[in-house]
């Protein structure tokens, strides 16, 4: 089992930084990829790293000795509002989640 906490969220203006972490414990030999998601209010989750809306503003970083990957935002935007989700798979292909962590962006 692998076990996600993200911390970091807040409430920030637009044009802000923040960087968000997820730190891993358990079967962390077991971890395949990690990677950062998030949920806007009524729409789906999506893979941040994939969204054209957030090239050149976010920026994920990973600590191996930590255990810890990293999602830098900068330049946010009011429509980056959402919950921030840390995602890990394993090798056998397991996904696991963290509980999330809201980032809310004020215009």
């Known amino acids: 089992q692998v076990q996600l906490v993200e911390s970091g969220g807040g409430l920030v203006r637009a044009g802000g930084s923040l960087r968000l972490s997820c730190a891993a414990s358990?079967?962390?030999?077991?971890?395949?990829?990690m990677g950062w998601y998030r949920q806007a209010p009524g729409k789906q989750r999506e893979l941040v790293a994939n969204a054209d809306s957030v090239k050149g503003r976010f920026t994920i970083s990973r600590d191996n000795a930590k255990n810890t990957v990293y999602l830098q935002i900068n330049s946010l935007k009011p429509e980056d509002t959402a919950v921030y989700y840390c995602?890990?798979?394993?090798?056998?292909?397991?996904?696991?989640w963290g509980q999330g962590t809201q980032v809310t962006v004020s215009s």
């Open positions: 358990g079967s962390i030999f077991s971890i395949f990829d």
């Open positions: 995602n890990a798979v394993d090798s056998m292909f397991k996904s696991y």
